[in-house]
């Protein structure tokens, strides 16, 4: 018998005699408290009146103290999730100080008043979320990932800070509130100008077209830190536009663009769904179409209920993605041929998008400009009227999605679906409300805007989107299919996996 000597192919264990590291621990408790003491600060900023300022560099209004409860209750599932799901990483610590650094700076961020404290709070953000997504600096795609995604969040804080710096210029004043004050006064093409940056800032942070690479190219990052990214940092837009909502809406024109691009955004992110071949790949499909809406929603000008809409996919996509190793499946390739539309079921999904509309319009008061009308007066339309289109195809959609896909008896599934459709969006209407009461002190909160060429051509791009979709158009074109799959690739250095891998 001959002895062969056998090599060792794994590593060696750990030494069980090492210390394991107190810091994540430490900084997960941290954030934890800061959860509390934000829930304390949301209770005072309630109970009191005014908004607190500190030598000009913070203040603290509604829309920070709902984002300080939001981004450490985000955190803090994070921080706890990350403490198994990281254990035996080598880097562990630094992983941990990075999460924890993003949020200290978010929360620095939203209470900036101060415009060189915004930028700086903004770049810090970017830098430290780039820095997670190259978390494997031994791993090629990783170092590429962060780098292309450094490349974009630098750029995006460099017209961030041309836009205040004109802002600055054409008002004489250093801190958000008082230039917010002052815009009035100013030249209004400049404004426009500022305002154009601010848009452009905030599309390349949110991953909207034609910015969406870098988040394609960042599954490199370990998934707590993609969860952190998806359900927090590209909220960031949104954030911007908010604070800044009297900027952008001094022209008709830049919010008219930012509804287009937000339109455009929501849709070609559900039709890069369509070619998506992993799971990570499809949820930032996901977060890509609803970052578009949220968009959308600031464009015409319900900057409220895009902050509702932001805490809400929050909540979904931090879900989705802690979860994601738990809907990998091993099937084999198969058919999945959409059945031919049923009468029965039509009328159903017609009639509840119907009363999902109704319901939305009633439960957030966008009923009022269609419904309400004057002396001698007929019914004026503004853009809670494009708003309440899109609900009603997205219930439609829904409502398809749950009578092709559910594996429950019909007869069940047809009475359900008003109930969980109505039961979905009257969460929403009533988280729709409690965000806008905490945020009315916020300069225009609500704006809706009277109703432009910009406006019909997102319906039509939305009802065009649905009939292909539902009547299954898109699949008798293998054109299409290719240039959507063009058009989703990541970086070409940060691909995790070639063919010629496989084939050595």
Request: glycine share 8%; hydrophobic share 55%; net charge negative.
């Amino acid at each position: 018998m001959v002895e062969h000597e056998q090599s060792t192919i794994v590593g060696s264990l750990p030494n069980e005699t090492t210390e394991p590291s107190r810091i994540p621990a430490a900084l997960t408790w941290t954030v934890w408290l800061l959860w509390v003491l934000a829930i304390g600060a949301l209770a005072a900023y309630q109970l009191t009146d005014g908004t607190p300022e500190l030598a000009g560099l913070v203040a603290i209004d509604g829309l920070t103290v709902v984002m300080w409860v939001t981004v450490t209750f985000f955190s803090g599932i994070v921080h706890s999730y990350s403490r198994r799901y990281m254990a035996g990483d080598r880097d562990i610590e630094r992983f941990y100080l990075c999460i924890f650094g993003f949020t200290l700076v978010v929360m620095t961020l939203v209470a900036a008043n101060h415009v060189v404290l915004f930028v700086g709070a903004w770049l810090a953000m970017g830098l430290i979320m780039a820095e997670l997504i190259g978390h494997v600096r031994n791993w090629t795609q990783a170092r590429e990932a962060a780098s292309l995604a450094r490349n974009y969040f630098v750029t995006s804080s460099l017209i961030l800070g041309a836009s205040l710096a004109l802002l600055f210029t054409l008002t004489g004043e250093a801190t958000i509130s008082a230039q917010i004050a002052a815009v009035d006064g100013a030249s209004t093409t400049l404004v426009g100008v500022a305002a154009v940056g601010l848009v452009v800032a905030a599309i390349i942070q949110s991953a909207l077209f034609p910015f969406h690479t870098w988040l394609l190219s960042s599954m490199t990052a370990p998934t707590p830190a993609s969860a952190l990214m998806h359900a927090g940092f590209v909220n960031a837009g949104a954030i911007l536009l908010t604070r800044f909502a009297p900027v952008v809406s001094v022209e008709l024109a830049v919010m008219s663009i930012i509804v287009i691009v937000g339109a455009i955004s929501a849709l070609f992110g559900q039709a890069m769904l369509l070619v998506q071949t992993d799971v990570k790949g499809e949820l930032g499909s996901s977060t890509m179409a609803q970052m578009g809406f949220m968009i959308m929603q600031c464009g015409l000008g319900f900057f409220a209920a895009a902050i509702a809409h932001l805490i809400l996919h929050g909540f979904y996509k931090a879900y989705l993605f802690l979860s994601a190793g738990a809907t990998v499946e091993h099937e084999s390739p198969s058919s999945h041929r959409r059945p031919e539309p049923e009468l029965i079921g039509v009328t159903i999904s017609l009639l509840t998008a119907i009363g999902g509309g109704a319901l939305f319009m009633f439960l957030t008061g966008k009923a009022d400009p269609l419904f309400l009308v004057g002396e001698a007066a007929a019914p004026s339309l503004d853009s809670a009227f494009i708003l309440t289109i899109v609900v009603v195809l997205t219930t439609l959609t829904a409502a398809r999605d749950i009578i092709h896909r559910s594996s429950i008896p019909t007869a069940v599934r047809y009475a359900a679906i008003p109930g969980i459709v109505l039961v979905a969006i009257t969460g929403y209407g009533l988280a729709f409300n409690a965000v806008s009461t905490i945020v009315a002190g916020v300069p225009m909160a609500f704006a809706a805007t009277e109703l432009t060429i910009a406006h019909y051509i997102v319906v039509a791009l939305f009802l065009g989107g649905y009939l292909v979709t539902e009547l299954g158009w898109y699949r008798r074109s293998g054109r299409l299919y290719v240039w959507l799959l063009n058009r989703t690739q990541p970086g070409a250095d940060t691909v995790l996996t070639t063919r010629t891998e496989y084939t050595k």
